[in-house]
């Protein structure tokens, strides 16, 4: 007669085990390996989880994910708390701002007020009032309803809720998301000529390629000399580098291949030999004093690379150690590199250029809709286009052809 297996819903056992000092926890449960059960210990560290609820809900996801195959599994209802701790181990987004963002809002927000609480607990009017009250900008409210929703999503695929029944953040709405709280800060042309001479070197050349090609800085930051055709005057937007880790760019539309105007490539082939000339100096000199940190050589051909590190520099302490400051000697707060990015928007459309060509140069996926439907430009319209921010800009410099 053939054993009959029952498919039961498990908690596991805890228990306290001894050690030489104090003790540990053994976490004891079973897995099925074909139709054979087979038991299986986990042990955690009694100074991490100092009481056993501790542990329990540390071990939320875990036995929520060991018993998704069982009839039981949506039955015994799961925590939204087990939900945020699965979403981070199997769906969190890797590129490390994206990343930082999600848990400073999981952390921050959604787990001390709703982690403790079933999936099925959590209504729509409850989660509305919430962010109603939550002393935040609407468009950081609309950040946290846009990750609620996708855990809700998740939570269906999961099968920690019915299929049938309806996502509850869909009806949930949050006023004004579109809205900023905060005015744009965009220079004019005079503004920047005036706070560029303020910065250091590297600082003002970092900040000459944002103004001139409406980069974000951490895809400044990204930039190799590789990226560079120096014959064809163009420069391929492909990675983003961001506090010390090198990401792939925002979305699709970021990755481009964009006009280099013949002032910026003379800034930049300068900027390339007097730093490399720099750098062996530095290199000799650390030697000579032998160091025991030696100066790490930039391998990957970064534009700007800290002479330190051999890697991109830290955006975050440029800006507030140089940028803002700039900015507050001529009289305007808040300024940093995103603030160059709005402004070339701005002068691009100081100098009449096609709302399709300013789409294209910015790499938005749409700006709106309205520029959608001018379509791709082409590479001489965008040249044109960029040509005219840049003459604005820098009008005194030399072309590569004066500078040979």
Not at 176 to 182: I, L, P, Y
Not at 243 to 254: E, F, L, V
Not at 368 to 378: I, K, M, Q
């Amino acid at each position: 007669m053939l054993k009959k297996t029952v498919d039961r819903y498990q908690h596991g056992s805890v228990r306290k085990v001894k050690r030489a000092q104090g003790f540990a926890w053994e976490f004891r449960y079973h897995v099925m390996e074909g139709s054979v059960r087979k038991p299986k210990v986990q042990t955690f560290d009694s100074v991490i989880y100092k009481t056993e609820k501790a542990l329990r809900q540390h071990l939320e996801s875990f036995v929520v994910k060991l018993n998704e195959k069982t009839e039981y599994a949506r039955s015994a209802g799961v925590t939204f708390g087990a939900l945020l701790d699965r979403y981070i181990a199997e769906e969190m987004p890797q590129r490390k701002s994206t990343k930082g963002g999600y848990l400073s809002i999981i952390n921050s927000k959604l787990r001390p007020q709703w982690g403790s609480l079933l999936l099925s607990e959590i209504r729509p009017a409850q989660v509305h009032t919430w962010l109603q009250h939550l002393d935040l900008a609407p468009v950081t409210k609309g950040h946290i309803k846009s990750l609620m929703h996708k855990l809700f999503d998740l939570a269906t695929l999961w099968e920690y809720l019915p299929l049938e029944r309806r996502n509850p953040i869909e009806i949930v709405k949050v006023k004004n998301v579109t809205m900023r709280t905060n005015e744009v800060l965009v220079l004019s042309a005079e503004q920047f000529r005036e706070i560029a001479p303020r910065l250091p070197e590297h600082v003002n050349m970092i900040a000459m390629t944002a103004a001139c090609l409406g980069l974000r800085v951490s895809e400044i930051l990204g930039l190799q000399w590789s990226d560079i055709d120096w014959e064809k005057q163009t420069v391929s937007i492909r990675r983003s580098a961001y506090r010390g880790a090198i990401d792939d760019t925002k979305n699709n539309s970021s990755k481009a291949k964009l006009p280099l105007h013949s002032t910026l490539a003379t800034l930049l082939l300068a900027w390339k030999i007097k730093w490399s000339e720099r750098e062996e100096i530095m290199q000799k000199r650390a030697a000579l004093r032998k160091r025991k940190r030696p100066l790490k050589k930039n391998e990957f051909g970064w534009l700007f690379a800290n002479p330190n590190t051999g890697m991109p520099y830290m955006s975050p302490s440029l800006q507030q150690r140089w940028i803002r400051p700039a900015g507050e000697a001529i009289g305007l707060e808040g300024l940093g590199f995103h603030s160059l990015r709005h402004s070339y928007r701005t002068w691009l459309d100081s100098a009449g250029v096609a709302p399709g060509v300013t789409k294209d140069l910015m790499r938005h996926s749409a700006i709106s809709t309205t520029f959608n439907v001018y379509g791709r430009a082409l590479s001489p319209e965008k040249r044109e286009a960029n040509n005219r921010v840049i003459e604005m800009l820098l009008p005194s410099l030399p072309s590569t052809a004066e500078a040979s």
